[in-house]
C-alpha cells in the first residue's frame, strides 16, 4: 500500500516556463514533507521541505504548495533550467512519536528543454 | 570531501553468496538509514539506526541484516543474495535535533549498484 504516490512518471518543459510536481499522499498524520532531488550516479539531495502546519514554503526558484484537505503536495520550479533536470522525489515524515521515518514516492523524472 | 560515503560504488555477484556493503559518515549524525532504490518504487527503508545500540527494522527487512560498529559506520549485509536483490542501495544519516521545529532531512551517500546474476 503506498502512503505516498508520485503519478507522473515523467515531465518534459521547456527552458524558463514552470514545472509542477505532484504527490498525493493517504496517512494524516505525517508532519512534514520533503522533496529530494536526484542525478544519475549520485545520492538524493534534500531540495525544500514544509510543515503540516503551513500551506505554502518558498525557496528560491522552488516553492512547495500543500493542500491537507485534498492530501496533495506539488514542487513549482520557476524558472525552470537545465540543470533541473533530475529525477525529483516527494517524501513524508511519520509525526508518530520521535522516529524521523520518511516515506518516499516513486519519484518523476523531470526534462527541461533548451 | 563526501560526508557519507558507500563502498563497493558497484558490486555483481552470484545467487546465494554473502555480500557486506559499508557506509560511514562524518557528519556526527546518529541517525543512520539503509534504503533500497528500485525503479518505479522509489526508495524503501530497509533498516535503521538511531544510535550504536538501537538498530530497527524497516519496511522491507527481509534477507538482510544490518551492524553499526560505531556512530559512524553502518553497514548492510545480504547473508545469501537472490537475484531480486538487485538494485541500487542508499545509506542516509540524520541528526536527530533537527526534529524539533525542523523537517529532520536525510543525508544521502552516492549509492551503491549492485547486481545478484
Known amino acids: 500500500d503506498q502512503q505516498v504516490k508520485q503519478n507522473s512518471p515523467s515531465l518534459s518543459v521547456q527552458e524558463g516556463r514552470i514545472s509542477i510536481l505532484n504527490c498525493d499522499y493517504t496517512n494524516s498524520m505525517f508532519d512534514y514533507f520533503l522533496w529530494y532531488k536526484k542525478y544519475p550516479a549520485e545520492g538524493p539531495t534534500f531540495l525544500i521541505s514544509?510543515?503540516?502546519?503551513?500551506d505554502k514554503n518558498e525557496d528560491g526558484r522552488f516553492t512547495v504548495f500543500l493542500n491537507k484537505s485534498a492530501k496533495h503536495l506539488s514542487l513549482h520550479i520557476v524558472p525552470s533550467q537545465p540543470g533541473d533536470s533530475a529525477v525529483y522525489f516527494c517524501?513524508?515524515?511519520?509525526?508518530?512519536?520521535?522516529?524521523?521515518?520518511?516515506?518516499f514516492g516513486q519519484g518523476t523524472t523531470l526534462q527541461v528543454k533548451p | 570531501d563526501a560526508d557519507v560515503t558507500q563502498t563497493p560504488r558497484n558490486r555483481i555477484t552470484k545467487t546465494g553468496k554473502r555480500i557486506m556493503l559499508e557506509c560511514s559518515q562524518t557528519k556526527g549524525h546518529d541517525r543512520m538509514y539503509w534504503y533500497r532504490q528500485d525503479p518505479g518504487l522509489g526508495l524503501r527503508l530497509i533498516y535503521y539506526s538511531f544510535d550504536v545500540k538501537d538498530i530497527n527494522k524497516g519496511e522491507i527487512s527481509d534477507g538482510y541484516s544490518v551492524s553499526r560498529q560505531a556512530q559512524a559506520k553502518f553497514s548492510l549485509s545480504l547473508e545469501s543474495a537472490i537475484p531480486n536483490q538487485t538494485a541500487l542501495y542508499f545509506c542516509?544519516?540524520?541528526?536527530?535535533?533537527?526534529?524539533?521545529?525542523?523537517?529532520?532531512?536525510?543525508?544521502f551517500g552516492p549509492g551503491t549498484r549492485l547486481t545478484v546474476l
Open positions: 514544509i510543515s503540516s502546519i503551513k
Open positions: 517524501a513524508a515524515r511519520s509525526g508518530s512519536g520521535n522516529t524521523g521515518k520518511l516515506i
Open positions: 542516509a544519516t540524520s541528526d536527530p535535533r533537527g526534529y524539533a521545529g525542523g523537517s529532520n532531512e536525510q543525508f
